[in-house]
Structure formats: structure tokens, C-alpha cells
């Protein structure tokens, strides 16, 4: 099973980095892969104009009644306008009916929805990545791999736009994810539950999804809610433990050695050396110092595997940096893991959250400082 992501021009490339690096850190049936879909930035705005005109704008009181257009809103698009862009994605890619499309945008939409399915048989959603830090410390790729995964798993339980929304939704929240949240802060609940209710559960089983799916999309969830807590501050009773790099460049978090390529280790002393952050635009200033250390770390090491890791525009900085990160999951464990894994808001710094004192490196590795 397939679930496509596809972005308006309005959402920065590393957001959906960093929300397929989340969605791909669980293994199951479900495979995501992002579609860089070569979208003008006056794309939405001619899809308005052309395609929908008056009839599909800025409903507010319901999806099919027209409201007037009020700029105060945010320019919210209607649902139809954002399902026609994976519409279109679909025509443009040859993406079969059975694959998912699923649109993220950071526009408002005429329902002021954090996210919906398109109607019943078209394997469509959007999600909308903008406004979450109202409600959330956190960076928006959490919230919104969140909503990608409850909008695949909406479709597959048979819901339906043109039905009631109490047959979709339960309209008193109880934690699950299926709790309908008129008002947008109630959405906090389901995240920190990251669950689904025996009656939803029920519901998938009689529609015939499978269970690995349904596995897969709670693992998910979980990462989710750990990591959400985390940058909510809430670490609990977990200390994290002192990461030390040594001259030999072995790298133990505690007493464990952890088992990283080459490049994976050079990217990890990188962030280590600037606790403060890095701008991922701002990597190729560093190209040499990366370069430094990945001859200490490497035989025979070639100068374009690192000239490739800092490209800002053909890069693969953020491969690199989804794989470090998921073997720093699976080798530190949650939720002790997100103390050393490489994060931050997209277009911002992006960091580790260790603090200065429980990082050590050798001399020998200092030159990047
Ligand atoms: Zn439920």
C-alpha cells in the first residue's frame, strides 16, 4: 500500500523531510515517499481563478454554501480546491486509484480543518501544516505525519465527506483518533493517547484493513507521542547520559558504542561541535571541516560524498540525516533517543537537545569548533 505526499509551494521542502523521516522511522505494509511536484507558486492561485471560480471559494458555514470572500481569513481554499491538487498530481504521475494521495499545505481551508478526506472512493486528504504553534512546542512535522496517518486510515475504515459528521467522528472527545475536536486545541488529547477506540478498531476490522497497517499507523503514533513530549519538556524520569567521541572516533552514548557509517558518525560529531544549531542552508560553509573529519573517520575518503552532503539544492543531507536518526532510535531506545537525534523547525536551526556538558570529543575532532 502506497501513500504519496505531495506539498504546495507555500510549505518548506525540509517540513516534508522531516514528516517522511517520522512516517518511515516505523517498518509495515504502508510505504510513504514524497512527490516534489513542480508546482509554480502561483499554482493555487490559478486553480482558484481557472478551475473553481466562484463556485468552490471560501465556503465558511458549510462545504457547499459560498460565503464572501474575506482576506482576514488567511486566502482559505476550499476542500475541493486542495483535493483538485492531488487530483491533478494523480493525472500528472500516473498514480493508480488505489494509491493515497495526500496533499499538505500551510493554507486555511473554508472549514478551518487541520486536515480531511476527500469523498468516499477518492484515496485523497490534505493536512495542513501551519498554526500547530498555537497549540503546540513543537516542530509541525509531528502533528501533521500524525494527521497523514489518521486521514489513510479514515479512508480505509470507509468514512465518507458527503455522511454526517457524527457517522465519521465521535463529537465527544475520548482519546481517540477518530475524535471529531470542534474546537482545535482538543487535538492535544488524541496525540497524547495515540490510540484508536475499540469501536474504530471494530470498524477497520470489518472493513478488511490489515492488521500490520493498523500496527504500523499506532507505531507511529507512539513515536509521535514520545517525541511530543519530549519537546513539551515532559522527559520524565529519563536522564540522558554523556556522549563521548573518542580519538579513534568511536562514539558511546553511557557505555554503548554505537554502529554508524562513516558518514552517519561525521554528521553526528558536526551537530555535536554546534550544541547551538545549524542552519541546514548554511552547511556548505562547512563543507572543509566535514570534509576534515570524514578522512579521520574514512580510509581513502572521497571528497564528493561530503561536497554532496552540503548541496543546498541536489544535497543528501536529509537522507543522511533520516537514517542517522533512525539508527539513533533503534540503538538508544525511546524516549532517551531524542536527546541525541538531529531535529529542528524547518528553515530554523536545527540541533541536538543534549546539553554542553554531556558532550565530549577529542581533540583530535575539534577543528570543526
Ligand atoms: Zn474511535
New binding site residues.
Partial sequence: MKVNLIYSPDVHPQAMDGVLEILSSVSGPVEFSLIHMPWSYNHLYEIQQHRYRNDFRFRIESEYKLQEYEASRGYPLSWRELFFLCQKTRRMQDIPDEQFVILVTNRRNSMNFFSMFDRNGERNAFVQASDWDYFLKSPETYPVAYEVVANVLRILMGFDLEKDIKDNF?LDA?G????FCENKSQIILKLRTAD??????Q?LESNKVDQQMVAQALQIFEKIRTSLKFSQGFAGNIKPKKITVTKEGSITVGDSELNLTPLEKTILIFFLSYPDGIRLAELDDYELALFAVYQRLKANAAPENIRKLVDNFDGNFSYNKSRLNKKLREQIGEPLANYYIIDGIPGEKFSVALSKDLISIAAEFQSLR
Avoid: F, S, T
Fill in positions: 465521535h475520548i481517540c483518533m477518530n475524535d484508536l477506540c475499540h469501536d474504530c478498531i470498524r
